[in-house]
């Protein structure tokens, strides 16, 4: 399963697979091998890459596609379904592959008059696009081959490169006066019969034989060959080519798209000539490169949308029972054994009396507060927290101070005043519950007694801690003191306090936690 198969290893599918590549996706580019400009012997029209041959572009392009971790794959795709969320595509040969998404740069045929030797000649001294062929055959005898109602633009045309263009009408119908003062008048000879076959001596283009059996020479010949997309692929994903037309003449057809590619099967784009028969290389280039930065987008928005769901999962279940019970089943010890820093600091000089530990784990808040002679409550909602935490006191002798509850506050809140100090620390939850647990905790304590609050700031987030990122279960002790009643509360401290620590990579960071102390009045 890749991110994105590119189908077609021309200009527009390497394009696209460069930007995806870039983009840090993974990209499949299959190609058959059978470029369309293969006979020409060189791009033009391509900013700095003016003169290139077809190939030696090709070959950079690949290049540069493998340096961003694109890979390639020889082969032709018969068929693209959908496949769940993606697509199957089945190659020749029976091999399958399946892709989040789908660039298809397969490019166009060119079909081409059925007179002999045209075939032979294509993309040599038989041409079609003066852009792409008008200056090097500059100021040389140039015919025009009638195949079409553009014939006459096309005489036009080729005039600004030559003053020497003949318009050969080979099968179509003599020109109205009209046209035929428009040609007078750049002067473009107008050749009558069909054309029966190409001259050629050595390996060059001399003329063309009439039917009559007449030969008139020329250097170039230009024809108008129809363009059919090389589609065959989407059939059965439901898209098909439609005509495109030039000043109400059909011109060839192409796969319908947005500006970016997007076709009207989601999770298709659609670069190059498949889409657009008049593209030349570099616009070629820069449709595929549009088409990549779409598809990246598009699956940056699927991502995040999964995200979302992803995220408020973890919301909804992070913190309820079944996920500490697997926290803490899952490795031996969790915490370090040492009472929290903060507890320490702000409990150290008050009067033992009666505390509530409130999301005790193994234990070591309560057994620090037990030992300076404090009645402790410990709660948690992990039992397997509370029995390590029991084993940890009974070892450090206080087992009889401390009383150990398995409840959810949130369920079964404390009793009122009941506590001379209640400490919760580190007690992360979603903002609602939270905010109806502090209020619990702080109507909990008795009068003169000690609420303290300790959390991770939420700049934590900015450092390199790799915190669990949840910013809205993160909160200041500004905030908490805030919901405090001025009347009822005298808040000692409300701070972001810094400490030292160490993030994964062994670097030694400055975190903050959020330190709230206040005294029930």
């Given at each position: 399963?890749?991110?994105?198969?590119?189908?077609?290893?021309?200009?527009?599918?390497?394009?696209?697979?460069?930007?995806?590549?870039?983009?840090?996706?993974?990209?499949?580019?299959?190609?058959?091998?059978?470029?369309?400009?293969?006979?020409?012997?060189?791009?033009?029209?391509?900013?700095?890459?003016?003169g290139t041959p077809p190939a030696e572009l090709l070959a950079a392009g690949r290049a540069e596609v493998a340096g961003y971790g694109g890979q390639f794959l020889s082969g032709r795709v018969d068929a693209a379904t959908r496949d769940g969320d993606g697509f199957r595509l089945s190659l020749d040969g029976g091999r399958e592959v399946r892709a989040r998404r789908l660039l298809v740069a397969t490019g166009l045929t060119d079909e081409l008059p059925d007179v002999p030797g045209v075939a032979e000649r294509w993309g040599r001294d038989v041409l079609h696009c003066p852009y792409c062929h008008g200056w090097e055959v500059r100021d040389r005898r140039i015919g025009v081959l009638a195949t079409g109602p553009l014939a006459?633009?096309?005489?036009?045309?080729?005039?600004?490169?030559?003053?020497?263009?003949?318009?050969?009408?080979?099968?179509?119908?003599?020109?109205?006066?009209?046209?035929?003062?428009?040609?007078?008048?750049?002067?473009?000879?107008?050749?009558?019969?069909?054309?029966?076959?190409?001259?050629?001596?050595?390996?060059?283009?001399?003329?063309?034989?009439?039917?009559?059996?007449?030969?008139?020479?020329?250097?170039?010949?230009?024809?108008?060959?129809?363009?059919?997309?090389?589609?065959?692929?989407?059939?059965?994903?439901?898209?098909?080519?439609?005509?495109?037309?030039?000043?109400?003449?059909?011109?060839?057809?192409?796969?319908?798209?947005?500006?970016?590619?997007?076709?009207?099967?989601?999770?298709?784009?659609?670069?190059?000539?498949?889409?657009?028969?008049?593209?030349?290389?570099?616009?070629?280039?820069?449709?595929?490169?549009?088409?990549?930065?779409?598809?990246?987008?598009?699956?940056?928005?699927?991502?995040?949308?999964?995200?979302?769901?992803?995220?408020?999962?973890?919301?909804?279940?992070?913190?309820?029972?079944?996920?500490?019970?697997?926290?803490?089943?899952?490795?031996?010890?969790?915490?370090?054994?040492?009472?929290?820093?903060?507890?320490?600091?702000?409990?150290?000089?008050?009067?033992?009396?009666?505390?509530?530990?409130?999301?005790?784990?193994?234990?070591?808040?309560?057994?620090?507060?037990?030992?300076?002679?404090?009645?402790?409550?410990?709660?948690?909602?992990?039992?397997?927290?509370?029995?390590?935490?029991?084993?940890?006191?009974?070892?450090?002798?206080?087992?009889?101070?401390?009383?150990?509850?398995?409840?959810?506050?949130?369920?079964?809140?404390?009793?009122?005043?009941?506590?001379?100090?209640?400490?919760?620390?580190?007690?992360?939850?979603?903002?609602?519950?939270?905010?109806?647990?502090?209020?619990?905790?702080?109507?909990?304590?008795?009068?003169?007694?000690?609420?303290?609050?300790?959390?991770?700031?939420?700049?934590?987030?900015?450092?390199?801690?790799?915190?669990?990122?949840?910013?809205?279960?993160?909160?200041?002790?500004?905030?908490?003191?805030?919901?405090?009643?001025?009347?009822?509360?005298?808040?000692?401290?409300?701070?972001?306090?810094?400490?030292?620590?160490?993030?994964?990579?062994?670097?030694?960071?400055?975190?903050?936690?959020?330190?709230?102390?206040?005294?029930?009045?």
């Open positions: 399963m890749y991110d994105v198969v590119v189908v077609g290893g021309g200009a527009a599918g390497l394009s696209g697979a460069v930007a995806l590549g870039r983009a840090r996706r993974s990209v499949l580019v299959i190609d058959s091998g059978e470029p369309r400009n293969a006979p020409a012997g060189h791009v033009h029209n391509y900013l700095a890459r003016e006459l633009h096309q005489a036009e045309l080729w005039r600004q490169w030559s003053s020497d263009v003949l318009l050969l009408l080979h099968d179509a119908p003599a020109l109205d006066e009209v046209a035929a003062e428009r040609l007078a008048a750049r002067g473009v000879a107008v050749v009558p019969g069909p054309v029966a076959a190409l001259e050629v001596t050595g390996d060059a283009l001399t003329g063309v034989r009439l039917a009559s059996g007449r030969v008139v020479a020329l250097d170039a010949l230009v024809v108008a060959a129809r363009p059919v997309p090389r589609a065959e692929m989407l059939v059965g994903l439901g898209l098909a080519p439609e005509e495109v037309t030039m000043g109400g003449h059909v011109v060839g057809s192409q796969i319908p798209a947005d500006a970016t590619g997007a076709t009207s099967v989601p999770g298709v784009w659609v670069a190059g000539n498949v889409a657009d028969v008049r593209g030349q290389v570099i616009a070629a280039a820069a449709a595929g490169l549009a088409a990549g930065a779409a598809i990246n987008a598009d699956l940056i928005a699927e991502e995040t949308r999964a995200a979302v769901d992803a995220y408020r999962q973890m919301i909804a279940t992070a913190f309820e029972e079944p996920a500490w019970e697997e926290r803490y089943r899952s490795k031996p010890v969790v915490w370090s054994g040492r009472p929290n820093p903060q507890l320490v600091a702000e409990a150290a000089g008050l009067t033992p009396g009666r505390a509530l530990d409130v999301g005790s784990g193994e234990g070591a808040d309560a057994v620090w507060l037990a030992e300076r002679g404090w009645r402790v409550t410990g709660v948690d909602i992990s039992s397997t927290a509370l029995a390590r935490a029991a084993e940890h006191a009974d070892t450090a002798g206080v087992g009889d101070r401390i009383e150990w509850m398995h409840v959810d506050l949130r369920d079964k809140p404390p009793a009122e005043e009941a506590y001379d100090l209640v400490s919760a620390q580190f007690m992360h939850l979603p903002p609602t519950q939270r905010r109806e647990l502090f209020a619990r905790l702080a109507d909990a304590v008795a009068p003169g007694g000690t609420l303290l609050i300790v959390g991770h700031h939420p700049s934590d987030l900015w450092t390199s801690a790799h915190r669990l990122h949840m910013p809205d279960m993160m909160y200041t002790a500004e905030e908490v003191a805030g919901s405090l009643d001025p009347a009822r509360w005298e808040v000692l401290v409300a701070e972001a306090r810094p400490r030292t620590s160490t993030d994964p990579e062994g670097r030694e960071i400055t975190l903050h936690d959020a330190v709230l102390r206040a005294r029930r009045r």
